[in-house]
């Protein structure tokens, strides 16, 4: 592997933290994140609650803790999806011939052709709220950038020598794109894949505020800022967290996209 | 050249006629009964069967789905977006009305958003790897982060609650833009300073520049001539990908500052469930955004006849 | 026995191969030489089925090509293994993909026969030497005992040394394994120690074809002199004894 530079240490350590908070948060909140307790409602930070609670009195801490895993869990799961269907997509037009490529491709710069977070408001708002309509739609909305750089380094690799010999050999279009275009796309595609991570959490707290996301009570942090937003003037700090909590997620993700992008050129270059 | 156009106009009608059908396919599947909820939006409390049964003649939706997509497709083809189901005024001049609020907004988030990176990114990479190129940079990190609606929020929060600088709600005077705009702009700003700032750098390090520089062409003029050119490409493509982050950051912007605008026309659309409107902000919207990226590739074309660059330029 | 009858390769306006007709039976070996840009590549691709043919015919037998299981030797021996694969991995893939059956002993033979301990395979492509990439590279075309093997410039990138070892290899392995063998080259010196015929290729035709020592005493046409000529200058062609 390649050496890591400072940056990119530190940015796989807070990647990491993320994780760990994805997985582990919610064992570390203090209280139910649904638990309604009216009588404590609109706390600010301090006793007992660290970072106040919300309009039901909820325990806001408990709540961002419990919303990294809706966010990061489903933003992770949203994006490895379209890593499988847009790869897979990219690799059949790489190997399939013309006609596959051409089919390919024009469904590609078709569903690439209207922003994909319009789209998937349109499309997870016409299926009803859910979590299973967000999913559906981000994911249909999240696999062409896959499937181009699939497509693109499978074709340029098509002329190189050992895929001539495999397909003298008899080797099945499968194996070669499983054996010989797979792992060379890796890079490129994990590189890709940090840049959907990051617009996926965007993607899920933009369609929670809009209410067409995860739906109330869980907390989500799009969905928490939706209802902090009525409560902005008496409590403004409410508003900050979850915000606060994407931008960092999707900061982190972005800087190590770079980080890993800079160190294949580097790789390329040597 | 006019073959390749005519190719790239092809290419747009496709994905425009795509859109609208997967759009009319969404309709048709999505849960609930299509026809029982134009009526309840139409005739509220009143609704009987016999009620449901005529508004699902009058569109065509008994006899199937093919019959359904004809009777919907076939007013269309001649600009019929047809009538709301909601309130039965005409879809299409509410659309424009809806557009006339939320072009304006864009060219002046896009403006606002130039004014900032450009200069930025143009002394940060004076001295690059500077305190202030890397300042430039860190910020455009986080401004590329920020969610639109949240930063939009902040901003109300600050200039319209805490400092009561700026109206944040509606649209009534030119100064209700001010805000949303700038919410925009800034997220704008953010990714045309990365791109701009790179574009810069990757074209100073072109092989041909230190040669002209050698021969004692003034620095100047070796920027506009022979940088500015090199910059331009990701520029006009990266205009392209600014557009679809615009019409993404306007359907939550204009959300939270209650503007109308298209943004507002879908979202309103969808929660009613006002089928005419959903499918002609869909089409128009892809219709505007196919036509914006066409022109981006004609441009491409003229620029360089070799550069082979798909539909929509947004593959960086 | 490999014919090509009247083979014609049209890429857009440019014509690669123009009326194309040769032919090489089992045992025996064809050279094919010219200068660079006469469309060896293409002939060969056109053998293998790799490019569409605009006119004419490849056969084996009278049937398809494929069914002789060509197989091809490449000029650059590393880039005709995947830098991220082991070697046994590249040289397992026709034996796999054919479902031959290999015996052991066979494996060791043709080892034995290229001079490459077993354990070399272990390694990956950047790890051995351009001479040893080269002989695996032989090593994984002989493997499923093809009936036909098309090599294109097999010696151009080893140095002088490694040429003539590895000539000699690929002469004694036809010897045993009885393939045809059909080798592109632009080493008229190659071609005439070791081919049994010559083809000269000219801007995408064929100058003429004659036995390897009728032609280097006396080549018919004027650009097979010229050729012949120019190897006798550069040494590459020793005077008939």
Request: contains cysteine; hydrophobic residues 55%; charged residues 15%.
């Amino acid at each position: 592997m390649w050496a890591l530079g400072g940056v990119m240490r530190s940015v796989v350590v807070l990647v990491l933290v993320l994780v760990a908070l994805a997985l582990f948060g919610p064992l570390m909140a203090p209280s139910d994140p649904t638990a309604i307790d009216i009588p404590n409602r609109l706390k600010p930070p301090g006793e007992g609650w660290l970072l106040g609670t919300d309009a039901l009195g909820r325990d806001i801490f408990s709540r961002l803790l419990h919303g990294a895993r809706w966010s990061l869990g489903l933003a992770f799961f949203v994006s490895a999806l379209g890593l499988i269907i847009g790869t897979t997509l990219g690799l059949v037009a790489a190997v399939g011939g013309r006609l596959a490529d051409w089919l390919v491709m024009r469904v590609t710069d078709t569903f690439l052709a209207f922003p994909e977070l319009v789209a998937a408001v349109v499309i997870a708002g016409l299926l009803g709220a859910s979590t299973e309509s967000l999913i559906f739609a981000l994911t249909v909305t999240g696999w062409m950038r896959y499937a181009r750089v699939a497509r693109g380094v499978g074709l340029s690799l098509r002329s190189q020598g050992y895929v001539v010999q495999a397909q003298l050999a008899g080797v099945s279009a499968f194996s070669i794109a499983r054996w010989h275009y797979l792992p060379a796309l890796m890079p490129s595609l994990m590189v890709v894949w940090t840049g959907m991570f990051a617009r996926a959490i965007l993607g899920i707290s933009t369609l929670g505020f809009l209410g067409f996301g995860v739906q109330p009570p869980l907390p989500e942090w799009g969905t928490m800022l939706l209802d902090a937003r009525v409560h902005m003037r008496s409590t403004p700090l409410q508003m900050i967290w979850p915000g606060m909590a994407v931008l960092v997620c999707v900061l982190a993700i972005n800087l190590a996209g770079d980080a890993l992008r800079d160190a294949i050129a580097d790789e390329k270059q040597t | 050249m006019i073959q390749i156009v005519a190719s790239l106009i092809g290419r747009a009608v496709v994905v425009v006629a795509a859109a609208a059908f997967i759009t009319f396919a969404l309709l048709w599947n999505a849960p609930g009964d299509p026809a029982l909820a134009i009526a309840l939006a139409r005739y509220d409390a009143l609704v009987d069967a016999d009620l449901v049964n005529q508004v699902r003649e009058e569109a065509g939706m008994s006899d199937g789905f093919w019959a359904a997509f004809q009777a919907w497709i076939a007013p269309l083809m001649t600009g019929d977006f047809g009538n709301s189901s909601v309130n039965g005024r005409p879809v299409l001049a509410d659309l424009l009305a809806a557009l006339s609020y939320t072009f304006p907004l864009a060219l002046f988030a896009l403006t606002i958003g130039l004014v900032i990176s450009l200069p930025l990114a143009v002394l940060a990479t004076r001295y690059p790897g500077s305190l202030l190129d890397r300042f430039t940079v860190g910020l455009a990190s986080i401004g590329v982060a920020i969610p639109a609606f949240w930063l939009g929020l902040l901003l109300i929060l600050l200039f319209a609650v805490q400092l009561s600088w700026l109206p944040a709600m509606g649209a009534r005077t030119p100064y209700h833009a001010i805000l949303p705009a700038l919410t925009l702009g800034l997220g704008v700003a953010a990714s045309l300073t990365r791109i701009i700032r790179s574009g810069i750098l990757e074209a100073r390090g072109k092989q041909f520049l230190p040669a002209f520089r050698r021969r004692g062409v003034a620095e100047t003029v070796v920027a506009r001539d022979h940088i500015a050119p090199h910059a331009a490409v990701p520029v006009v493509t990266v205009i392209g990908l600014e557009l679809a982050f615009l019409l993404e950051g306007l359907v939550a912007v204009e959300v939270i500052f209650a503007r109308p605008g298209f943004g507002s026309f879908l979202v309103e659309a969808i929660l009613a469930r006002d089928y005419p409107q959903v499918q002609a902000a869909v089409i128009i919207a892809a219709l505007i955004f196919v036509l914006i990226n066409l022109g981006i590739d004609v441009f491409y074309r003229l620029l360089d006849p070799r550069m082979d660059v798909g539909l929509g330029g947004r593959d960086a | 026995m490999l014919m090509l009858q009247n083979v014609d390769v049209r890429r857009g306006r440019l014509t690669t191969l123009r009326r194309v007709s040769l032919s090489l039976e089992r045992g025996k070996t064809l050279a094919v030489v010219g200068e660079s840009g006469a469309g060896k590549s293409t002939l060969i691709a056109a053998i293998l089925g790799l490019v569409r043919l605009s006119g004419g015919g490849v056969s084996w037998d009278g049937g398809p090509v494929e069914l002789c299981r060509p197989a091809l030797v490449m000029q650059e021996p590393r880039a005709a293994f995947n830098p991220a694969l082991s070697l046994h991995y590249s040289v397992m893939e026709p034996v796999i993909a054919r479902k031959f059956e290999l015996s052991p002993d066979r494996l060791l033979r043709l080892c034995d026969g290229l001079e490459l301990p077993v354990d070399l395979l272990d390694r990956r492509p950047t790890e051995v030497s351009i001479g040893q990439a080269q002989r695996v590279g032989i090593l994984r075309a002989l493997i499923v005992s093809p009936q036909l093997v098309l090599f294109d410039e097999p010696l151009s990138a080893l140095d002088a040394v490694t040429q003539k070892h590895t000539a000699r290899l690929i002469a004694d392995l036809q010897r045993e394994e009885g393939f045809a063998a059909l080798i592109v080259t632009h080493d008229l010196g190659y071609a005439a120690a070791y081919a049994d015929e010559i083809a000269v290729l000219r801007k995408g035709a064929v100058e003429e074809v004659a036995e390897a020592s009728t032609f280097v005493e006396a080549p018919r046409t004027d650009y097979g002199r010229t050729l012949r000529d120019a190897a006798f200058a550069l040494g590459a062609l020793e005077r008939a004894a």
